[in-house]
């Protein structure tokens, strides 16, 4: 095993223990606690096994195994994109709904006051 390997199974296996101890704690759900384990599990498979790149690629038709690290690490990337999108436009409309809600609360207390 190479000091490269070792280097990022620390890591990978750190970059799990994340995971396991953000799921404990509740602060990500189960789809994503499997996603996450799921991927980094993946990672430290193909640094483990780095013969299943070339394996991978065969199958896929791709010419270089790096190919297949880039256009795997690009499609994750692009879904993470994607999520990450959708929850920013799901906050935005949550708090535009709380700021119509607390604007129309203030302005019934405004004019509740006014009136007396």
Do not use: C, H
């Not at 996450?36 to 690629?57: G, N, Q």
């Not at 994750?76 to 906050?91: D, G, I």
């Amino acid at each position: 095993m190479t000091p490269l390997q070792i280097f990022l199974i620390i890591f990978l296996l750190f970059a799990l223990s994340r995971v396991f101890l953000r799921a404990k704690g509740k602060q990500i759900s189960k789809k994503e606690f499997i996603f996450w384990a799921v991927i980094w599990i993946l990672a430290i498979v193909f640094v483990l096994e780095p013969d299943l790149f070339r394996i991978s690629a065969d199958l896929l038709g791709i010419g270089r195994t790096v190919d297949v690290i880039i256009y795997f690490g690009l499609a994750v990337l692009f879904y993470l994109n994607f999520r990450l999108y959708v929850k920013m436009q799901k906050n935005e409309e949550d708090i535009s709904k709380l700021v119509r809600t607390f604007a129309f609360k203030k302005a019934k207390e405004g004019k509740k006051v006014k009136k007396k």
